[in-house]
C-alpha cells in the first residue's frame, strides 16, 4: 500500500540505503540553525533520522517549523561525516528536497519531550498524557504491553484454550472491594455493577460446557491506588479449566509465565516448577504473602525464647528477629535510621537490635538485657555468625508480623542484599478460608467461591479459622501476580460456605442465582486463575510504579486528569437514572 506520508521508518534506514530518495514523516524532536545549513532530529515510533536543510534546498517554509509539529520531509540519503554512535540511524542522514508541515505545534510545551534529567510534576504529565505518551521511554513501555498481550494470547492458544468475552453490566459480588455501581434507567431503583472480575460467569462457562475459557478482562474495583495498583480498573489475564485439579492449574501457570517473561526480557527467569510456600509458611518466614525471594534474609519466632523476659518492651509480646551477616563496619546511624523507619514508616513501637563481634560477644542496642542462656539459644536457632547484626520487633502478632516482613524489605533495600537481574516466582499456597474482620466477625479471606479443603464436612466439623481452601497466588519479586482457586461446584458447599460468613441461604440465591441454580445441573469440577497484566508489564518493563505502563491511567487520589474524569454531570442525567444528590450530609 502506497503511503504518501512516508516511505521509510526513521529509525529504520541504515547504510545501505545511501543514494536513495526517501520519504519519512514524524515529530520534530530537535531543530538545530547554523545559519546556512539546518538540522533536525525527525523522530516516529520507530526511532530518529537526522534532516539537514541547507540554503540552497529552496525550502521556504523552515521558519514555521517548531519542536514537536509534525512534518514529512522528502530527500536523499548520504552518509554522514560526523557519525553519531548514539543511535541506530547514526552513519546516515536526509538531505532535504521539500518539507511540509502536517501538524503545528501552536502552544508552548508544557514540558520537553525526551529530555533527560527532567523532574517533571506527575500530575502535569498525566494532564498533558498525550504529550507525555511522546516519550521515549513511557511510549516504549506501552509498545512493551501490546507484545506481551500478543504473547499471553499466543500461549492460551498454544494450549488450546478459547476466548470468550463476558459482560461488563452485571451484577454485585462481594469479591474483596467496593463495586463500581450504574444505576438502570429501565429499572428505578436498581443498579448494575461493573464486574471486579469475571468471576461467575467463566463459572458458568464451565457448566456450559467450554473446557478452557480465557480472555484479557477489564476487572473494575473502587480501591485507593497504589505505586503497584491502578485505582479503579485494571486488567488481568482470566482462564478457567474444567474436570482440573490445583495441579493442572499450576501445569497451566508454570508453562505460561516463564514463557512470556522469556520472550520480554533477557533476566534469568525460573522455569519451574516454582517454589510451593504454605501462606502461614510465608507469613513467619517473610512477613507477608508476597515474598521477595530475591532477598536472602528470614524471620526468626523469638517468642518462646522471651517467655518470662523481665525485659518491658518483650514482655508477653510476640518477639520476631532478622540476622544480616557482614554488618562489622555499619556505623551507629545505619540502626538510628533503620528505627526511625519502622517507628514512621511501619507504626512499630520502636525496632531493637544488637551487634555480634568477631568474638561473637553481643554490643551496643539491647545487649545487656539478653542473658547467656537466652544469648545461647538465639544462637543456636538463628545460625548467628560473627561481625553480623540481630534485628528485633516485639507486639501483639499480627503487627509483630507485618513489620518485620517491612523492615525485611527494608533492609534487604538498604544492604544491596537482593539478586539482580532475575525473576524469581512462587506459589503462595493454604489460604486460610477466613479470617476475621476488623468488626470480629468472620469473613472470607480470599475469593469466596473457592473450595474448602476437606469439603462440607470441614465446614461442618472445624473451627471456621482453621480450614484452609484451594486457593494459591503466584508471586514474582514481591509482586502479587496472579490469583487462583480450585473452585467450589456444589450447591450444599456454596451455602455452608456462605453461611459460615454470615449469609443465609436466600442471600445466596438472591445475589449469585444463576451460579446457584447452575450447580443443579451437572457442573464439573473446574479451577483457574488470573494473572495481573498491569504489574506483569510493570516488572517486564522494570518500572515501580503502575502508571508508568497503562496509557491514560488515574492519579493517586483516583483522577483522570487528562478527561476530568469523575465530573459532575447534567441534572437531566440524573433525572433518567433515578438518582437524586444529597451533598448537605456528604462527610
Same mark, same amino acid.
Given at each position: 500500500?502506497?503511503?504518501?506520508? /512516508?516511505?521509510?521508518?526513521?529509525?529504520?534506514?541504515?547504510?545501505?540505503?545511501?543514494?536513495?530518495?526517501?520519504?519519512? =514523516?514524524?515529530?520534530?524532536?530537535?531543530?538545530?540553525?547554523?545559519?546556512?545549513?539546518?538540522?533536525?532530529?525527525?523522530?516516529?515510533?520507530?526511532?530518529?533520522?537526522?534532516?539537514?536543510?541547507?540554503?540552497?534546498?529552496?525550502?521556504?517554509?523552515?521558519?514555521?517549523?517548531?519542536?514537536?509539529?509534525?512534518?514529512?520531509?522528502?530527500?536523499?540519503?548520504? =552518509?554522514?561525516?560526523?557519525?553519531?554512535?548514539? #543511535?541506530?540511524?547514526?552513519?546516515?542522514?536526509?538531505?532535504?528536497?521539500?518539507?511540509?508541515?502536517?501538524?503545528?505545534?501552536?502552544?508552548?510545551?508544557?514540558?520537553?519531550?525526551?529530555?533527560?534529567?527532567?523532574?517533571?510534576?506527575?500530575?502535569?504529565?498525566?494532564?498533558?498524557?498525550?504529550?507525555?505518551?511522546?516519550?521515549?521511554?513511557?511510549?516504549?513501555?506501552?509498545?512493551?504491553?501490546?507484545?506481551?498481550?500478543?504473547?499471553?494470547?499466543?500461549?492460551?492458544?498454544?494450549?488450546?484454550?478459547?476466548?470468550?468475552?463476558?459482560?461488563?453490566?452485571?451484577?454485585?459480588?462481594?469479591?474483596?472491594?467496593?463495586?463500581?455501581?450504574?444505576?438502570?434507567?429501565?429499572?428505578?431503583?436498581?443498579?448494575?455493577?461493573?464486574?471486579?472480575? $469475571?468471576?461467575?460467569? +467463566?463459572?458458568?462457562?464451565?457448566?456450559?460446557?467450554?473446557?478452557?475459557?480465557?480472555?484479557?478482562?477489564?476487572?473494575?474495583?473502587?480501591?485507593? *491506588?497504589?505505586?503497584?495498583?491502578? *485505582?479503579?480498573?485494571?486488567?488481568?489475564?482470566?482462564?478457567?479449566?474444567?474436570?482440573?485439579?490445583?495441579?493442572?492449574?499450576?501445569?497451566?501457570?508454570?508453562?505460561?509465565?516463564?514463557?512470556?517473561?522469556?520472550?520480554?526480557?533477557?533476566?534469568?527467569?525460573?522455569?519451574? *516448577?516454582?517454589?510451593?510456600? *504454605?501462606?502461614?509458611?510465608?507469613?513467619?518466614?517473610?512477613?507477608?504473602?508476597?515474598?521477595?525471594?530475591?532477598?536472602?534474609?528470614?524471620?526468626?519466632?523469638?517468642?518462646?525464647?522471651?517467655?518470662?523476659?523481665?525485659?518491658?518492651?518483650?514482655?508477653?509480646?510476640?518477639?520476631?528477629?532478622?540476622?544480616?551477616?557482614?554488618?562489622?563496619?555499619?556505623?551507629?546511624?545505619?540502626?538510628?535510621?533503620?528505627?526511625?523507619?519502622?517507628?514512621?514508616?511501619?507504626?512499630?513501637?520502636?525496632?531493637?537490635?544488637?551487634?555480634?563481634?568477631?568474638?561473637?560477644?553481643?554490643?551496643?542496642?539491647?545487649?545487656?538485657?539478653?542473658?547467656?542462656?537466652?544469648?545461647?539459644?538465639?544462637?543456636?536457632?538463628?545460625?548467628?555468625?560473627?561481625?553480623?547484626?540481630?534485628?528485633?520487633?516485639?507486639?501483639?502478632?499480627?503487627?509483630?508480623? /507485618?513489620? =518485620?516482613?517491612?523492615?525485611?524489605?527494608?533492609?534487604?533495600?538498604?544492604?544491596?542484599?537482593?539478586?539482580?537481574?532475575?525473576?524469581?516466582?512462587?506459589? #503462595?499456597?493454604?489460604?486460610?478460608?477466613?479470617?476475621?474482620?476488623?468488626?470480629?466477625?468472620?469473613?472470607?479471606?480470599?475469593? $469466596?467461591?473457592?473450595?474448602?479443603?476437606?469439603?462440607?464436612?470441614?465446614?461442618?466439623?472445624?473451627?471456621?479459622?482453621?480450614?484452609?481452601?484451594?486457593?494459591?497466588?503466584?508471586?514474582?519479586?514481591?509482586?502479587?501476580?496472579?490469583?487462583?482457586?480450585?473452585?467450589?461446584?456444589?450447591?450444599?458447599?456454596?451455602?455452608?460456605?456462605?453461611?459460615?460468613?454470615?449469609?443465609?441461604?436466600?442471600?445466596? +440465591?438472591?445475589?449469585?442465582?444463576?451460579?446457584?441454580?447452575?450447580?443443579?445441573?451437572?457442573?464439573?469440577?473446574?479451577?483457574?486463575?488470573?494473572?495481573?497484566?498491569?504489574?506483569?508489564?510493570?516488572?517486564?518493563?522494570?518500572?515501580?510504579?503502575?502508571?508508568?505502563?497503562?496509557?491514560?491511567?488515574?492519579?493517586?487520589?483516583?483522577?483522570?486528569?487528562?478527561?476530568?474524569?469523575?465530573?459532575?454531570?447534567?441534572?437531566?442525567?440524573?433525572?433518567?437514572?433515578?438518582?437524586?444528590?444529597?451533598?448537605?450530609?456528604?462527610?
Amino acid at each position: 500500500m502506497v503511503n504518501e506520508y /512516508k516511505t521509510h521508518n526513521c529509525g529504520e534506514l541504515r547504510q545501505s540505503d545511501v543514494n536513495k530518495e526517501v520519504r519519512l =514523516a514524524g515529530f520534530v524532536q530537535t531543530i538545530r540553525n547554523l545559519g546556512k545549513m539546518i538540522f533536525i532530529d525527525l523522530r516516529d515510533q520507530n526511532g530518529i533520522t537526522q534532516i539537514v536543510i541547507s540554503e540552497e534546498s529552496g525550502i521556504e517554509n523552515v521558519k514555521d517549523i517548531t519542536k514537536e509539529c509534525t512534518i514529512t520531509v522528502t530527500g536523499d540519503v548520504v =552518509a554522514r561525516s560526523s557519525k553519531n554512535d548514539k #543511535i541506530p540511524t547514526g552513519d546516515i542522514e536526509v538531505i532535504a528536497k521539500t518539507v511540509t508541515i502536517l501538524g503545528k505545534c501552536r502552544n508552548a510545551l508544557p514540558f520537553e519531550i525526551n529530555v533527560e534529567g527532567q523532574n517533571v510534576r506527575e500530575d502535569l504529565r498525566l494532564e498533558y498524557r498525550f504529550l507525555d505518551l511522546r516519550n521515549e521511554n513511557i511510549h516504549k513501555n506501552i509498545l512493551l504491553r501490546s507484545k506481551i498481550l500478543k504473547d499471553f494470547r499466543n500461549a492460551m492458544d498454544e494450549l488450546e484454550f478459547t476466548e470468550i468475552q463476558t459482560p461488563i453490566l452485571a451484577n454485585s459480588s462481594p469479591e474483596g472491594a467496593r463495586d463500581f455501581l450504574v444505576p438502570s434507567r429501565l429499572h428505578p431503583g436498581e443498579f448494575y455493577a461493573l464486574p471486579q472480575a $469475571p468471576q461467575q460467569f +467463566k463459572q458458568l462457562l464451565m457448566v456450559s460446557g467450554f473446557e478452557k475459557y480465557y480472555q484479557i478482562a477489564p476487572c473494575f474495583r473502587d480501591e485507593d *491506588p497504589r505505586a503497584d495498583r491502578s *485505582p479503579g480498573e485494571f486488567y488481568q489475564l482470566d482462564f478457567e479449566m474444567s474436570f482440573a485439579t490445583q495441579e493442572n492449574v499450576f501445569e497451566v501457570i508454570q508453562t505460561i509465565l516463564p514463557k512470556v517473561f522469556k520472550e520480554n526480557s533477557d533476566w534469568k527467569i525460573d522455569d519451574g *516448577p516454582f517454589v510451593r510456600i *504454605p501462606f502461614n509458611e510465608a507469613m513467619e518466614k517473610y512477613g507477608t504473602d508476597k515474598p521477595d525471594l530475591r532477598n536472602p534474609l528470614i524471620i526468626s519466632d523469638l517468642t518462646e525464647i522471651f517467655e518470662g523476659t523481665e525485659f518491658n518492651s518483650f514482655k508477653d509480646k510476640t518477639v520476631k528477629a532478622i540476622f544480616v551477616e557482614n554488618m562489622e563496619e555499619k556505623p551507629r546511624k545505619f540502626f538510628d535510621n533503620m528505627s526511625e523507619y519502622a517507628v514512621n514508616e511501619l507504626e512499630a513501637k520502636g525496632l531493637a537490635w544488637v551487634k555480634v563481634d568477631q568474638e561473637n560477644n553481643l554490643n551496643g542496642g539491647i545487649s545487656k538485657f539478653i542473658d547467656d542462656n537466652r544469648k545461647a539459644k538465639i544462637f543456636e536457632k538463628m545460625q548467628i555468625k560473627p561481625n553480623s547484626a540481630i534485628f528485633f520487633i516485639a507486639d501483639e502478632y499480627e503487627k509483630a508480623v /507485618k513489620i =518485620a516482613g517491612g523492615v525485611r524489605v527494608k533492609l534487604g533495600q538498604e544492604l544491596d542484599l537482593l539478586e539482580k537481574n532475575v525473576y524469581k516466582f512462587c506459589f #503462595i499456597v493454604d489460604f486460610p478460608m477466613y479470617e476475621l474482620s476488623d468488626e470480629g466477625t468472620i469473613d472470607f479471606n480470599h475469593n $469466596p467461591f473457592s473450595m474448602p479443603q476437606g469439603g462440607l464436612e470441614a465446614l461442618n466439623t472445624k473451627d471456621p479459622l482453621s480450614i484452609y481452601a484451594y486457593q494459591y497466588d503466584a508471586v514474582c519479586n514481591g509482586y502479587e501476580i496472579l490469583s487462583g482457586a480450585v473452585r467450589n461446584h456444589d450447591q450444599d458447599i456454596m451455602v455452608k460456605a456462605f453461611e459460615i460468613a454470615g449469609y443465609t441461604e436466600e442471600d445466596v +440465591k438472591g445475589r449469585f442465582g444463576a451460579l446457584f441454580n447452575a450447580f443443579s445441573y451437572g457442573t464439573p469440577p473446574h479451577a483457574g486463575a488470573a494473572a495481573g497484566i498491569d504489574r506483569i508489564v510493570m516488572l517486564l518493563a522494570k518500572e515501580d510504579n503502575i502508571r508508568e505502563v497503562i496509557a491514560f491511567p488515574k492519579n493517586k487520589k483516583a483522577r483522570d486528569l487528562l478527561m476530568n474524569a469523575p465530573s459532575k454531570v447534567f441534572d437531566k442525567q440524573l433525572e433518567e437514572v433515578h438518582i437524586k444528590l444529597d451533598l448537605e450530609n456528604n462527610n
